[in-house]
């Protein structure tokens, strides 16, 4: 089966700094790759996602996240956070048999003006 | 477009008693899920429908059942609620089944369902 793990639970950072989060999975296979972001009180909405060619993506809002296959790693990066990105972020993982979306614990990110 | 719509938004049962939560999707996807959110644990997926006319069972289907009803609306049904079902549920759609290239899931604005 497949796991889903980010191990920072709570992240704290100040305006401008910029932001890495881990996310690393194990599956022997081939994976799909994504990143969702739940700002508070709303749903959880699409940040970027991987599948296949570049193994950079970008995504919205100045996001981009690198898939490092022999890291089993896709962690999540930004160069310079806002207040607006305070939000809880979810990395998940599907295989290629398509049925099943994995989801990590979700990393709580806090930006201070 | 109203995307993915969920009732109730708020819920209190007591033990043992049973509820279905409503979701409807209005983007015209074949796929549609259940999940539960629980602190620390992300999303865990309770059952899917990869299209209309299937179920399958997901991570934690223990203690609910589902229905798709039609190709926009997919309930899940708690028959006799217990303590640890308290929770926020999320319902989602896709166009397919994730893995498809062009695959991604629609997220509901969620049930915040206690059980006493």
């Known amino acids: 089966a497949q796991s889903v793990s980010q191990h920072n639970h709570h992240v704290i950072l100040s305006e401008a700094a910029s932001l890495e989060l881990g996310c690393n999975y194990s599956y022997g296979g081939t994976v799909n790759l994504f990143w969702y972001v739940q700002y508070p009180g709303q749903h959880l909405q699409l940040l970027l996602k991987?599948?296949?060619?570049?193994?950079l993506v970008k995504g919205i809002k100045g996001f981009e996240a690198e898939f490092i296959k022999s890291k089993f790693s896709f962690n999540l990066r930004k160069p310079s956070v806002q207040w607006s990105d305070t939000a809880e972020y979810f990395c998940?993982?599907?295989?290629?048999?398509?049925?099943?979306?994995?989801f990590g614990g979700g990393t709580r990110l806090m930006v201070k003006p | 477009n109203a995307g993915v719509t969920q009732t109730p938004k708020f819920q209190v049962l007591k033990t043992g008693q049973s509820m279905t939560l409503q979701c409807a999707q209005d983007?015209?996807?074949?796929?549609m899920y259940w999940y539960r959110q629980d602190p620390g644990m992300g999303l865990r997926l309770i059952y899917y429908?990869?299209?209309?006319?299937?179920?399958d069972k997901g991570e934690v289907p223990n203690g609910y059942n589902v229905s798709r009803l039609n190709k926009r609306e997919f309930s899940l049904r708690l028959e006799s609620a217990a303590p640890s079902q308290t929770s926020v549920y999320f319902c989602?759609?896709?166009?397919?089944?994730?893995?498809?290239?062009?695959?991604?899931?629609?997220f509901g604005p969620g049930t915040r369902l206690t059980v006493l």
């Open positions: 989602a759609s896709s166009e397919g089944l994730i893995g498809q290239r062009t695959d991604t899931q629609y």
């Open positions: 429908s990869a299209s209309e006319g299937t179920t």
């Open positions: 991987y599948f296949s060619g570049d193994p």
């Open positions: 983007m015209n996807h074949n796929s």
């Open positions: 998940a993982v599907s295989n290629n048999a398509g049925n099943m979306l994995t």
